[in-house]
């Protein structure tokens, strides 16, 4: 169980300006081909990605650009 203090949740607006992503379309591009996080449901139309799962995607993207295993 996640400690509620700590977890915090990313809406899609907030996911693309983290990754600097321009469009929707590119974050379900790259859950797809790059494994980037899935969101969780947060109700019929709601998704949210967990910002340590986002974060975590960004430094294996870095850590593979300096040729470090991720």
Partial sequence: MSDLNT????DIN???KIT???????IY?????????KPI????????WL????AQWIDERIAQSRGAPA
């Fill in 7 to 10: 977890v915090q949740l990313m």
């Fill in 14 to 16: 907030a996911v693309k």
């Fill in 20 to 26: 600097d992503f321009k469009s929707t379309t590119s």
């Fill in 29 to 37: 591009t790259k859950m797809r081909e790059e494994g980037f996080p």
């Fill in 41 to 48: 449901s947060c109700g019929t139309r709601t998704k949210r």
């Fill in 51 to 54: 910002a340590t799962e986002v």
